[in-house]
């Protein structure tokens, strides 16, 4: 399995490309602000071809490039329809602080000409890897996670994780859309069941795995020992 991660944009979201090999079709995770070109860069050193364009939340430093990407490959964009409305509508999903950095510029934002909608559980087979998707919510309502077998280096799966975990955090849950509570039920139920061989490739920061998590993570600590009844301070600033 061949992938290429990438920071892009002021917020520094990574970006990846997977696919199965060089010369293959391939899928685009999260093409954030500034993407686009990093994109074409990994696509024309390993002669790919985008497919799809997968999206684990509809926060605009997620989502910038989607449009752009999809439209110049003609692949199809895949997003949970709780955070659809986000391709046309990013400002419903954004902090005061992105809002005032963005006033000013000429921003035009529009669904790409192809859009599917992802389901919790649901298998996606594309460019010959196969997807499992999670929903979890809770950084917005519409987050979901993508694991795909990896079976390499004694590595069972990857996990596109967004801004759901971090190396040593979790996503914030103070913008539109965010729960403090769901998201914790999200880790509980969609983090803490995993496989601690799963590497976790998040949307910002170091790659990890959840047996790493598992055993440092305080958020993920405090969950295992059943003292998470109710919210603690804010997590990770990081994304929006």
Partial sequence: MLIAGFPAGPWGTNCYVAATGPGTECVVIDPGKDAAPGVADVVREHGLKPVAVL?????????????????????TAWIH????????NPMAGMSRETTQMLLGGHYTFAEPDR??????????????????????????????????????????????????????????????GGD??????SLRTKVLTLADDIVVLPGHGDQTSI????????????????????????????GL
């Fill in 180 to 185: 403090h509570p769901t998201m914790l039920h």
């Fill in 115 to 176: 859009v599917e909608e992802l389901a919790d559980g649901q298998d996606l087979e594309l460019a010959g890897l196969t997807f499992t998707v999670d929903h979890t919510p809770g950084h917005t309502r519409g987050s979901v996670t993508f694991r795909a077998p990896y079976e390499q280096q004694e590595i069972s799966q990857v996990m596109f994780s967004g801004d759901l975990l971090f190396q040593g955090s979790i996503g914030r849950t103070d913008l539109p």
């Fill in 211 to 238: 047996g790493r998590e598992r055993a440092t993570n305080p958020f993920l600590l405090e969950l295992q020992d059943e003292r998470a009844a109710g919210p603690r301070g804010s997590a990770s600033t990081r």
């Fill in 55 to 75: 999206v684990t939340h509809g926060h605009v430093d997620h989502m910038w490039c989607v449009a752009p990407v999809a439209g110049t490959y003609d692949a």
């Fill in 81 to 88: 329809p709780d955070d659809r409305h986000l391709l046309a």
